[in-house]
């Protein structure tokens, strides 16, 4: 078993595991708890404080008539798209 060590070690020291793997879940969860509303709360604190994030611009440039004649076609354009 995965757990033998931590019975041995709950034996050595006069432990009921299961009683110790108890509490250990307990403690677990509160921790859990305090540091997700500690994290939420310096979350919100930082988004706060900042400004929003520009939203990124499409750019387009040159030759968005040949990108306009593929996507028509579906395919790459001709020769004569190019000139």
Request: charged share 30%; aromatic share 4%.
């Amino acid at each position: 078993m995965p757990n033998d060590g931590f019975r041995e070690v709950c034996d050595l020291a006069g432990l009921d595991h299961q009683a110790v793997r108890e509490v250990a879940r307990e403690q677990i969860a509160a921790f859990e708890r305090d540091n997700a509303d500690a994290l939420r709360e310096r979350a919100t604190a930082i988004s706060e404080d900042q400004p929003p994030k520009p939203k990124r611009a499409i750019r387009t440039g040159g030759g968005s008539a040949i990108l306009t004649n593929k996507h028509k076609t579906g395919g790459f354009p001709s020769v004569h798209d190019c000139l």
